[in-house]
């Protein structure tokens, strides 16, 4: 028999292939061919640049290099390789794949949410003809076309080039063409560092002089509005006092930041010649005054601090219960100090809120530019700057917010989990959909390094594992310097309803207290945990209320805005003037959020200076520290926010908290709805009373003041509300005494979603039992973007190791969906729901 010539030349010995990591959702790795002048240079944990699919082109990572071709498919060869050294790690790899089998999602998943979008190139790089070209002769038909194409237009992607060229394979012609410099491709890796400005404003030249300022506020009497700009330019740059200041300039979101009105009045002044702006460089991770300082631990703090290194020598995971304004931080700063001295590696995980505040400022100030910071609303630049200066050992310090335990750290000695029961450490969307603090202690097992965990108020599990003994226990119970504990007192709602006596939303008694407040200069913060002006709006006649057209929820009113929103998909509709349903005027709103307590608190109290901070008033890149630096300097006297306020705050003037809706929190239908209350509740009380001087003061508006949990927040005990949560957990056999695993099951039809959903509680029963098995069940909003939801809830004992029940639950989660019957089924398992 003739035997067929062979398509590639093929040689056991000098053939190499790769396993490639590919961010995409399909859950393998794929093998591609390495080029022969290649094979020296690839190493694993190497970025190469690989054709996928249909003329796209994604950036992959280096799993495996060997000799063996796949079986099944013909191996495509690898296009570029882009870092002659590892930028991901041996520990990292491994990380990505326990992650896809822990969390059930794919290795693809998780490199696509670890690496930084500016390690990856997608089908988005952009290809340009080099006008230097000039070897036409040297091109094929194909090259030709393409080439063409690229003339006509400044740059085209990857995928648009596809679309014009139509068959030929993209990404092989490109590859060609840049071998013949025909063309450039660009990309995101090798785009140059962006310097960071910023635009300021500052008088001209012409009135950096006390009498003509003075002149110049005289003489616009008559335009009462510029005349407030130019005196709030004065007030943060003395320019009157000392002249020379001017130069210096203001940040122009400062005067920019109120309204319009103070918007358009700027604009006057500068088209008049009185202001004007200019650019500087600002350095990126702001370094002004970077003295180095000394931390000198109390006596108290110290203690704690031996404590947590001497219960290092036996657990690698200590829990750190201190309580609000116990100075934690200070303790953290001495055991990276301690651990750096050693050599090794440290990370310090922070909520994503409260990273970007005073603790950066402080860690900076002892730790220099030695230390990095990795933040989500940081660029690409500077997230690839920490990602390669840990590589090259600039950085042995990273201080960061969940995605930090993605960092390629190879020599980690300590990793601190700061706040540690906070939910934002869970990633819900997209997959893969880990817990920051689980996987730290995961990263943590494999580098022997020590884990510390710190909260004011433990998450019940890990305050249970530490009463088990699994985890070493230190406690701080003292606050820094003097600092008293805040007054905590609970206003009954009901009664002082009976009574006539709140106005709108506020008690008599916070009124009372705000008002003296202001009298003494102190400041306020008030927290509801809802944001916008109210949650419904309803038709007092036909009972009409906005609701959303994609979802299965009421639309939030947005006075500001003069908008119904949807909260969870973004839909807007504008606020009708009449009932839509049968034309009354008499619409009103129901219920409250932040923007209506600030409403109402300015005509209670005009003339206090308020401030409401929440999602929509941070969305802007340097918002929430504007806003965190007037309510510093004391432009604020009264604070509206959502939880945002309660996470790692520290302002010595805030002498008074008030809480709203806190019934609302304990009784929301949720297994942790009682801890959750609890720590939301004493984190925010914890922002009052930072001073020797006062005792702050906490009022809690609830309409049953009896209610366990409040009188436990009342006496700061911690300890008994665990015992009595702990209780509940074991009857009810949720964590920590079972892990959770909860399917969600999505279709746009709800009889296809509830068919499948069913089908899968009957395949997942076979072979777990009734008892670990629950649902399917409608969830609280049962449709989100037209896609009618169902859950099932999987319950598995601590005692058994989950990994075999994972393997079948995706097993029957892939039968689902392969089903033609079931087309466009989707589910999503989230391991660990919270
Ligand atoms: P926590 O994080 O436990 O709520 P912080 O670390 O924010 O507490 O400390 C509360 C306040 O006390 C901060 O203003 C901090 O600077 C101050 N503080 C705590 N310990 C010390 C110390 N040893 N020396 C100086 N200031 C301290
Ligand atoms: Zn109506
Ligand atoms: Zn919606």
């Known amino acids: 028999m003739q035997s067929l010539p062979q398509l590639v030349a093929f040689d056991e010995e000098t053939t190499f292939f790769a396993d490639l990591i590919i961010p995409v959702p399909i859950p393998k790795l794929f093998t591609y061919r390495v080029p022969r002048d290649m094979v020296e240079r690839l190493k694993v944990g190497a970025r190469v640049i690989v054709p996928f699919g249909k003329n796209r082109v994604y950036t992959a990572v280096v799993g495996r290099i060997h000799h063996q071709p796949p079986n099944t498919y013909q191996a495509k060869y690898i296009l570029e390789l882009l870092d002659e050294y590892p930028l991901v790690t041996g520990y990292q790899l491994e990380l990505f794949s326990w992650m896809a089998e822990y969390y059930l999602c794919n290795i693809g998943d998780v490199l696509n949410v670890a690496l930084p979008s500016g390690l990856k190139i997608t089908s988005q790089s952009k290809v340009?003809?080099?006008?230097d070209f000039d070897y036409p002769e040297l091109l094929t038909d194909d090259e030709v076309r393409l080439l063409d194409e690229l003339k006509k237009h400044s740059a085209l992607s990857y995928e648009e080039l596809g679309r014009l060229v139509g068959e030929t394979n993209v990404p092989t012609t490109i590859k060609s063409l840049v071998g013949k410099r025909a063309v450039i491709v660009f990309d995101e890796v090798r785009e140059k560092y962006v310097p960071k400005m910023v635009r300021k404003v500052r008088l001209t030249a012409h009135y950096e002089n006390?009498?003509?300022?003075?002149?110049?506020?005289?003489?616009?009497?008559?335009?009462?509005?510029?005349?407030?700009?130019?005196?709030?330019?004065?007030?943060?740059?003395?320019?009157?006092?000392?002249?020379?200041?001017?130069?210096?300039?203001?940040?122009?979101?400062?005067?920019?930041?109120?309204?319009?009105?103070?918007?358009?009045?700027?604009?006057?002044?500068i088209k008049n010649q009185i202001f004007e702006t200019f650019e500087v460089i600002v350095p990126r991770f702001g370094d002004e005054d970077m003295q180095s300082v000394e931390v000198k631990l109390t006596e108290i703090q110290?203690?704690?601090?031996?404590?947590?290194?001497?219960?290092?020598?036996?657990?690698?995971?200590?829990?750190?219960?201190g309580i609000t304004g116990s100075g934690k931080t200070e303790v953290y700063i001495n055991l990276i100090q301690n651990a750096l001295e050693s050599g090794s590696q440290v990370l310090y995980l922070l909520p994503e809120i409260a990273l970007t505040t005073q603790i950066v400022v402080r860690l900076r100030k002892v730790f220099g530019d030695k230390m990095g910071i990795y933040h989500s609303k940081f660029s690409d630049n500077e997230r690839v700057e920490v990602w390669k200066g840990i590589v090259d050992g600039q950085y042995q310090f990273v201080v960061g917010v969940r995605s930090a335990v993605f960092l390629p750290f190879d020599n980690l000695g300590l990793i601190i989990v700061d706040e540690e029961h906070e939910t934002s450490y869970k990633q819900h969307d997209p997959a893969p959909r880990y817990h920051a603090r689980d996987v730290a202690m995961m990263i943590a097992h494999w580098q022997k390094a020590k884990v510390l965990l710190g909260s004011a108020t433990p998450s019940i599990e890990s305050y249970y594992h530490a009463q088990q003994g699994r985890y070493g226990f230190v406690e701080?119970?003292?606050?820094?310097?003097?600092?008293?504990?805040?007054?905590?007192?609970?206003?009954?709602?009901?009664?002082?309803?009976?009574?006539?006596?709140?106005?709108?939303?506020?008690?008599?008694?916070?009124?009372?207290?705000?008002?003296?407040?202001?009298?003494r200069g102190e400041q306020s913060i008030l927290f509801q945990n809802r944001r916008g002006y109210s949650p419904y709006l309803q038709c007092e006649d036909c009972e009409w209320t906005g609701r959303c057209p994609n979802c299965d929820v009421s639309l939030t009113y947005h006075m500001r805005d003069a908008e119904l929103r949807c909260h969870y998909c973004g839909h807007k509709d504008p606020v009708p003037k009449s009932c839509p349903a049968c034309g009354s005027y008499k619409v009103r709103t129901i219920g409250f959020g932040t923007e209506k307590l600030e409403d109402q608190l300015q005509i209670v109290f005009p003339e206090a200076r308020i401030q409401r901070m929440d999602l929509d008033t941070t969305r802007a890149k340097n918002a929430y520290q504007q806003i965190i630096s007037e309510f510093e300097g004391g432009n604020v006297d009264i604070l509206v926010g959502t939880q945002m306020i309660s996470k790692g705050l520290d302002f010595g003037n805030v002498s008074l908290v008030g809480i709203f809706d806190s019934d609302r929190m304990i009784h929301y239908p949720e297994f942790r709805a009682i801890e959750r209350a609890f720590q939301m509740i004493t984190q925010v009380s914890g922002r009052a009373g930072r001073r020797a001087d006062r005792r702050g003061k906490v009022l809690i508006q609830t309409s049953n003041p009896q209610q366990a949990v409040l009188q436990k927040i009342l006496e700061n005990d911690y300890k008994g509300l665990f015992e009595e949560e702990i209780v509940e957990r074991e009857n009810y056999n949720y964590p920590p005494f079972s892990r959770l695993i909860k399917l969600t099951v999505r279709h746009a039809e709800q009889r296809v979603s509830q068919q499948a959903a069913e089908?899968?509680?009957?395949?997942?029963?076979?072979?777990?039992?009734?008892?670990?098995v629950l649902g399917p069940e409608v969830p609280l909003v049962e449709r989100i973007r037209n896609q009618y939801l169902y859950t099932v809830?999987?319950?598995?004992?601590?005692?058994?190791?989950?990994?075999?029940?994972?393997?079948?639950?995706?097993?029957?989660?892939?039968?689902?969906?392969?089903?033609?019957?079931?087309?466009?089924?989707?589910?999503?398992?989230?391991?660990?729901?919270?």
């Open 128 to 131: 340009q003809y080099n006008p």
């Open 210 to 269: 006390r009498e003509q300022i003075l002149a110049l506020i005289n003489g616009l009497e008559k335009l009462p509005k510029q005349q407030e700009v130019i005196m709030k330019y004065l007030s943060y740059i003395p320019v009157l006092n000392n002249p020379a200041l001017n130069r210096k300039g203001l940040d122009k979101t400062i005067l920019n930041q109120d309204d319009e009105l103070s918007q358009s009045s700027l604009q006057t002044l």
């Open 302 to 321: 110290q203690r704690a601090c031996n404590q947590v290194l001497s219960a290092f020598t036996e657990k690698d995971i200590v829990l750190l219960h």
């Open 476 to 519: 701080l119970l003292e606050r820094y310097g003097d600092a008293m504990l805040p007054d905590i007192v609970l206003v009954n709602t009901r009664l002082e309803k009976q009574q006539r006596k709140m106005k709108n939303e506020f008690s008599s008694v916070l009124l009372d207290q705000l008002q003296q407040n202001l009298e």
């Open 759 to 772: 089908r899968l509680v009957a395949q997942l029963t076979e072979k777990l039992g009734e008892a670990r």
């Open 793 to 834: 809830l999987i319950k598995l004992e601590r005692s058994i190791s989950p990994k075999a029940a994972k393997v079948f639950i995706l097993e029957k989660i892939n039968e689902l969906l392969s089903d033609k019957g079931l087309k466009a089924v989707t589910v999503v398992a989230d391991v660990d729901c919270l």
